[in-house]
């Protein structure tokens, strides 16, 4: 008797165990939140790419064995993308990381130019201190007239922030209304990548032409 008792009350507590497992199971389902586009998220992009690719253009002209001279690795720019319930986006650039992404720009291109212009005065037996002190001009000078900051800055943010509608079919992401153009996208609850663009012209000076230039692009949701 006592035995089957015992047997009894054993699967009596592993019934109990079941039913308790079983609505933590429901609990933790019903706590997820299921994957939504609507929020912000912001990525890293690597700028030095673009940089590298507009300087070393068939258009500039610049001599090849100048490349190894120009080092645009770790230009990174924060972009920033918003998506409403109601149907609207806000997309954009980081302000602070711009900055930032310049003053490296310009340290990186001080030294790299006083590399290429010594190189070019030692066919004329002159150092670079000489020929600062031939033009009455200095270093800083030459650099502010060559990459003015306030130009670089501009032009930077001639690409301003853009706003709009959008909608999702499957894993496709039209802007603006758009019939055949779209981003193809994955997502989870923290993750939105941006695959693929489809039918977009990237020539556009627009922040969503520059996001299609750095496809795949990994977003993380802002806390």
């Known amino acids: 008797m006592k035995k089957f008792l015992a047997i009894l009350l054993c699967v009596a507590m592993l019934a109990s165990c079941a039913v308790l497992l079983t609505a933590c199971g429901k ?11 609507v ?5 890293e992009f690597d700028f030095g790419a673009i ?3 507009l300087m070393f253009s068939a258009d500039t002209e610049v001599p090849e064995e100048y490349k190894d001279w120009f080092d645009f690795s770790g230009l ?7 998506f409403e319930d109601e149907g609207t986006y806000e997309v954009g650039f980081d302000e602070d990381s711009v900055e930032d992404m310049i003053d490296d720009l310009l340290d990186m291109l001080s030294e790299s130019m006083k590399k290429v212009l010594e190189q070019m005065l030692e ?20 650099m502010e007239e060559t990459f ?26 039209y802007f603006d209304d758009e019939e ?5 996208f994955t997502l989870t609850a923290d993750k939105l990548s941006f695959t693929k663009v489809v039918g977009m012209d990237l020539d556009d000076e627009n922040v969503l032409s520059v996001l299609g230039k750095l ?9």
Not at 155 to 173: A, H, I, Q
């Open 215 to 223: 496809l795949p692009l990994e977003f993380t949701r802002k806390k």
């Open 39 to 43: 929020g912000d998220w912001e990525a």
């Open 180 to 184: 055949d153009e779209y981003t193809e």
């Open 148 to 173: 003015p900051r306030s130009e670089i800055k501009d032009s930077f943010y001639d690409m301003e922030d853009t706003t709009g509608t959008y909608r999702m079919d499957g894993n496709k992401l």
């Open 76 to 82: 990174s720019v924060t972009m920033w993308i918003s």
């Open 123 to 142: 066919s004329q037996d002159m150092t670079l201190d000489e020929y600062l002190t031939m033009m009455g001009t200095t270093w800083d000078e030459v």
């Open 27 to 37: 609990d933790d389902e019903e706590g997820k939140t299921p994957a939504t586009i």
């Open 51 to 53: 940089m590298e690719e």
